[in-house]
C-alpha cells in the first residue's frame, strides 16, 4: 500500500528536481539522472474540427551510456514499490514538460500530465506543497486551469488519500482525468469515485469501431456523461476511427492519425 509523504518530503524532492534541470543550446528543457536522460515531447488532443484543444506531455527516457531508449512505462514500473523515486521522477518529468510548455507558441491551451497516485496522497494534507506547485505555475505564467493531471492507475492505491489530494488541486483550479480508462484499474468504478473532468479512454476499446463493435466505447461514453466529464478517444490512428467516434458523439481526440508526439520549439 502506497503511503503518505510528509510536506518536508515534497518540498526537499522540489528542491532536488531543480539542481538537475538543464536548457540546451536550442532553449530546450532536460535533465539528466546518472546515465539517464529525460525530455518532453507532447501529443495534440483535437476536437472533432481537429483544432488543437490541449497537449499531453510525455517523456522520452535515454540511456546516454549505451545509447539506447528506455521504454518509459516500463520505467516507470520499476519504481511503483520505489514510492519516493516515483514522486522524485514524476516531478523531475512534470517540471521539464511544463516548462517546455510554457515558453511554446501553445502555451494558451491545456496540458496533461501524467500522475501516479503518490502524488495526489502527497498533496493530500500538504498545504506546503501546494503553495509550492501553485507559485511554479504563476513563475511560468501557467494557469492553474490550464493543468490537468491525469492519474495513472496502479495497484495498491489509498483511494482515500488520492480523492483528498484530487480535492486540493480542483479547489486551486487543476483538472483532473482518468487515463487508459478500460484497463486493469481504470474501471467504472473508479470513475465514479474520482468524478474526473476528463475521461481518456484507452485505445484497445477505441479501435472495437474498426471491427464495427460501439458496445464498450458507447459505455464509456455514457459513464462520462453521468460522471459529467468530457471524453476523449486515445489512440485514434485511421479516418474510420475518427468519423466512428465523432458519430457516437465524443468531441476529444489523440493518437497518430493527427500527429505523433513531438518536441515543442522555443516560440
Known amino acids: 500500500m502506497i503511503t503518505n509523504h510528509p510536506t518536508e518530503s515534497f518540498i526537499s524532492?522540489?528542491?532536488?528536481?531543480?539542481?538537475?534541470?538543464?536548457?540546451?543550446?536550442n532553449g530546450i528543457y532536460y535533465a539528466e539522472l546518472g546515465e539517464l536522460r529525460f525530455d518532453s515531447v507532447f501529443q495534440p488532443i483535437v476536437d472533432s474540427e481537429r483544432e488543437i484543444y490541449a497537449f499531453e506531455a510525455l517523456v522520452r527516457i535515454k540511456n546516454t551510456a549505451e545509447e539506447v531508449m528506455i521504454n518509459p512505462g516500463e520505467y516507470f514500473n520499476l519504481l511503483i514499490n520505489n514510492t519516493e523515486e516515483l514522486l522524485f521522477t514524476t516531478t523531475l518529468c512534470s517540471m521539464?514538460?511544463?516548462?517546455?510548455f510554457s515558453q511554446s507558441g501553445f502555451r494558451t491551451k491545456k496540458i496533461f500530465l501524467n500522475t501516479p497516485p503518490i502524488v495526489f496522497e502527497s498533496?493530500?494534507?500538504?498545504?506546503?506543497?501546494?503553495?509550492?506547485?501553485?507559485r511554479a505555475l504563476q513563475s511560468i505564467g501557467i494557469q492553474t486551469e490550464q493543468v490537468v493531471y491525469e492519474i495513472m492507475e496502479f495497484e495498491g492505491v489509498d483511494l482515500t488519500a488520492t480523492l483528498s489530494g484530487k480535492e486540493n488541486l480542483r479547489r486551486n483550479g487543476i483538472l483532473i482525468?482518468?487515463?487508459?480508462?478500460?484497463?486493469?484499474?481504470?474501471?467504472?468504478?473508479?470513475?465514479?469515485?474520482?468524478?474526473?473532468?476528463?475521461?481518456?479512454?484507452?485505445?484497445?476499446?477505441?479501435?472495437q469501431v474498426e471491427?464495427?463493435?460501439?458496445?464498450?466505447?458507447?459505455?464509456?461514453?455514457?459513464?462520462?456523461?453521468?460522471?459529467?466529464?468530457?471524453?476523449?478517444?486515445?489512440g485514434v490512428e485511421t479516418k474510420q476511427t475518427f468519423e466512428c467516434c465523432k458519430s457516437l458523439g465524443i468531441e476529444l481526440f489523440q493518437?497518430?492519425?493527427?500527429e505523433p508526439p513531438r518536441m515543442l520549439k522555443p516560440k
Open 255 to 258: 493518437g497518430y492519425y493527427f
Open 177 to 207: 482525468a482518468i487515463d487508459d480508462y478500460g484497463c486493469e484499474f481504470a474501471t467504472a468504478e473508479r470513475v465514479i469515485s474520482v468524478e474526473p473532468d476528463y475521461l481518456k479512454v484507452d485505445r484497445s476499446i477505441v479501435q
Open 211 to 234: 471491427s464495427d463493435d460501439f458496445d464498450a466505447l458507447l459505455t464509456a461514453l455514457k459513464l462520462g456523461k453521468g460522471a459529467n466529464a468530457k471524453v476523449i478517444a486515445e
Open 13 to 25: 524532492v522540489h528542491q532536488r528536481v531543480l539542481q538537475l534541470i538543464k536548457r540546451d543550446c
Open 96 to 100: 521539464i514538460h511544463i516548462r517546455n
Open 123 to 134: 498533496l493530500s494534507n500538504c498545504r506546503e506543497a501546494i503553495d509550492l506547485l501553485l
